[in-house]
């Protein structure tokens, strides 16, 4: 249902809108790739990047909703824009992404000076919506609605790494978590739009692309298409393969990965495609296969150890990464005490780490064995010091060690030197000019000898360029 509500714009003439945008984005990759494409859609319109929030004719907000203090965050910065809407009427205000479709009409109420509320389905119609705005509507747009592929260039932040959507939305019914909701059903995209778009960053000097999926594994479950064994006809595994050879490309990643998809299949073409990174992001959520019921994740804890230790037999060094949720309701000691357990028995490089947070709608949020904060504060913590131990661990095994870094941008803290990733996805930073009049650049492979190592980065030496074929 999209509703239109005539506004206070209805005496401002369209063209003298066209200024300068803004954009904050909170959030998710998700979230990201879809405020990059709604920044490529506004600078097509005419309009300027601004160069703050507070100066901009068109404030976007692309909000977050899974965690409570991730939506709290918008209504503060909405109330500052509230205050300036009223001193200056031209002024646009869009809220988009996970809050917008979870409130729609309702933020309307809240915050009256809105021009559109727009949920995260919409992000490749902001010029449709807009344009109805300038017609002096105030317009919600949070309809169920089939995401068509964009012609529009992404304005996106880096010039060397590229989020690349590969299926939007997720079927999954985790019980904590709002995303099914407010993203809607899986709508997956054809493998040659894919493909197209990942050709158009290699010729346009893009080195690495990251294929994006709320559940990625469930890519290709909604296209049509059975092979002759008998199985889906698309696949992530297929993807990978179809979308190898694209030349200019060093680097491919995908994430977010559900264990409850993830194939051995998979696993043997990541260990047979160069291209593919040796980084799995692959949430577990809880190391309790009663926590994981309670959930719904559909997998235990057994078969996550399985799926860690036949992504260790093809690729020992690969790095994984993980999400967890601590304190969910019900959760008892010995059942978050399961979580440390796996987290020490893995080893992760990396976990994102979050107390439990009721979200509106989810089915978790209305249990009645909600534990209290100073217990989600208390695990939270433990939590975080055993992850960092861990992940000092990790990070151990790089010292002394030549990794292949795609540099990506300048050290923010220190101007002389460049930082980037390693295959592994380990943030790494190295001296920008090796003194040899040949400085590198975003975008040069760089062979880098590990010299220090910290929990979750690395320094090092460069010793030369690699060639990207
Ligand atoms: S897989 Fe579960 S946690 Fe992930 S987005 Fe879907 S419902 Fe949420």
Redesign the pocket.
Known sequence: MTATVSGPQADQAPSARRGSYWITTFGCQMNKADSERMAGILEAMGYTPGVDEHTADLVLYNTCTIRDNAEQKVYSYLGRQAQRKRANPGLTLVVAGCVAQQEGESLLRRVPELDLVMGPQHANRLETLLTRVETGQQVVATDEHHILEDITAARRDSAVCAWVNVIYG?N???T?????AV?GREQSRLPEAIRLEMEGLAARGFREVTLLG??IDAYGRDLPGITAEGRRAHTLTDLLREVHDVRGLARIRFA?S?PRYFTDRLIDACADLPKVCEHFHI?F?SGDDAVLRAMA?GYTVERYRRIIDRIRQRLPDAAISADVIVAFPGETDAQYRHTLDLIEAIGFDQVNTAAYSPRPGTPAADWPDQLPEAVKVERLQELNALVERVAAERSARYLGRREQVLAEGVNPRDPDQLMGRTRTNRLTFFAADPGDGRPYAPGDLVDVLIETVRPFSLSGRPLGRQPVH
Do not use: M
């Not at 904590?176 to 099914?180: D, F, I, T």
């Open positions: 997720c999954e019914h985790c904590y978590c709002v995303v099914p993203r709320q559940n977010t559900h949430p959520q994740r």
